[in-house]
């Protein structure tokens, strides 16, 4: 936070030339020189070059001196950071304006990056309505402009307005209530004529806190326009998604279709033909070579065959049914909680998933009694329970089972088929044990 200006009595000298020679940075001032009191706060329309002298307090860098007149600490021409001895006096240049007046102890400031109202008026012990009422033409609590120039008030705090061209300060006194013994000092004047068109009154006592609510209400909007436009963004980057879901489910659609009518077409050509008669005479061939085998074979057999009692391996699960592969040629793709695909990345993954083509038969994993048969939770599905276990068979392209019904294990159940959420033909095989999902590969042979 700055120090008190009360140490401003350091020189403002104005000099009439207006690009005068680099001064040094703690060289002596030059007394000769005509000055002014840094009181003194009426600025020109026209830029003049003028002198600061500081005299420097013990702790003081060049940057908090720097700051306390806005100016860039770069112009001093030395590290910023660094610490001056107490009693070094700062001479530095800036530019002011004479024929605008500013009332004693209101100084200028040169927005910086990563400024905001509230961080400025923190920097200058001020409350964030101090310094909105200083500055009436804010637009924003948050999103100030690097260079702009915001007034600060050191001294008193009130509403600083602007004399406009048929105005008077008496008028703008008693539009605003203000106290006028108040108003004569805070601005050091002696009679309200002495102030012209352009002219800042600061009127003590005086908040804007109508403007101050307005900017709250900006900054509410603007939070809410934000959420707004992040949620839209969100809707619409899932509908994106939707709709590439679908494109891609219509392209496998096709191209599933494609490949059925190439089947279609090669199921009735010649060369088929010709190919089950190649196959037939071969087959009958193969038939005869094995028959000669056979009967060779059985002309060399002298002793009897000895009978041993086969070993019969199987899995259960918990309840104790023994399972059996659904399907007999198959290929697995994807296993329990697997996170493989999108939709397996979304939502848990609690079978395993057997690909195969088309109408491949589908058999019963073990006996029990079908729940549910036709659309479900995994399209074309087969429940089936058995004690405290439940089997799932999803994505079918037709069933052959009905509810009630009971079934045997390697009963036919259904055909593959790719109904519901699927990426292609196969089998989603899951086991529920007292509901809960567990891993049907601890359970197949």
Not at 108 to 136: E, K, P
Not at 200 to 225: I, K
Not at 277 to 290: D, F, H, I
Not at 308 to 320: F, M, N
Request: net charge positive; glycine share 8%.
């Amino acid at each position: 936070m700055p120090k008190p200006f009360r140490r401003l009595f350091a020189l403002f000298t104005l000099s009439l030339i207006a690009h005068a020679p680099a001064v040094p940075l703690l060289s002596p001032p030059d007394l000769g020189q005509a000055a002014l009191p840094l009181t003194m706060q009426r600025l020109q329309t026209t830029p003049t070059s003028g002198y600061v002298y500081a005299i420097s307090e013990r702790g003081d860098r060049p940057r908090d001196i720097a700051e306390e007149y806005g100016v860039d600490p770069a112009s001093l021409g030395v590290n910023p950071d660094a610490p001056l001895t107490a009693g070094t006096v700062v001479k530095f240049k800036v530019s002011v304006d004479a024929d605008t007046r500013l009332p004693p102890g209101v100084v200028t400031y040169t927005v910086r990056a990563g400024d905001t109202l509230a961080r400025v008026a923190r920097r200058f012990d001020l409350t964030t309505t101090d310094l909105v009422s200083a500055n009436l033409d804010t637009q924003s609590l948050d999103d100030l402009v690097v260079g702009d120039t915001l007034l600060i008030p050191t001294r008193e705090t009130g509403l600083l307005v602007r004399v406009k061209p048929g105005q008077t300060a008496l008028e703008l006194i008693r539009a605003y209530r203000a106290d006028p013994v108040a108003v004569a000092r805070a601005n050091s004047i002696v009679a309200p004529q002495e102030l012209r068109t352009g002219d800042h009154l600061l009127l003590p006592g005086v908040r804007a806190d109508s403007l101050m609510d307005e900017l709250l209400a900006r900054r509410a909007r603007a939070v809410e326009n934000e959420r707004r436009q992040r949620i839209q963004a969100q809707y619409e980057k899932y509908l994106a998604y939707q709709e590439a879901v679908h494109e891609r489910r219509l392209r496998e659609k096709y191209a599933r279709q494609a490949q059925y009518e190439k089947y279609l077409a090669y199921m009735n050509s010649p060369e088929r033909r010709r190919a089950q008669e190649r196959y037939a005479r071969q087959a009958a061939y193969e038939k005869y070579l094995a028959a000669q085998q056979e009967r060779q074979q059985l002309a060399a057999r002298t002793a009897a065959v000895a009978s041993a009692a086969p070993v019969v391996r199987s899995a259960s699960s918990a309840s104790g049914t023994r399972l059996a592969w659904p399907m007999r040629s198959f290929r697995l793709t994807s296993m329990f909680g697997e996170r493989d695909i999108e939709f397996h990345k979304e939502f848990f993954h609690g079978g395993i998933d057997l690909a195969a083509p088309y109408g491949t038969p589908i058999y019963a994993a073990t006996g029990g009694v079908v729940r549910e048969a036709g659309p479900g939770a995994f399209g074309l599905n087969v429940w089936t329970d058995s004690g405290n276990d439940t089997f799932i068979y999803g994505h079918m392209s037709r069933t052959a089972v009905r509810a009630g019904q009971t079934v045997e294990q390697g009963q036919l159940l259904g055909y593959v088929g790719c109904s519901g959420i699927c990426t292609g033909p196969h089998l989603h095989f899951e086991v529920r044990v007292g509901g809960r999902a567990i891993d049907p590969m601890g359970l197949l042979p």
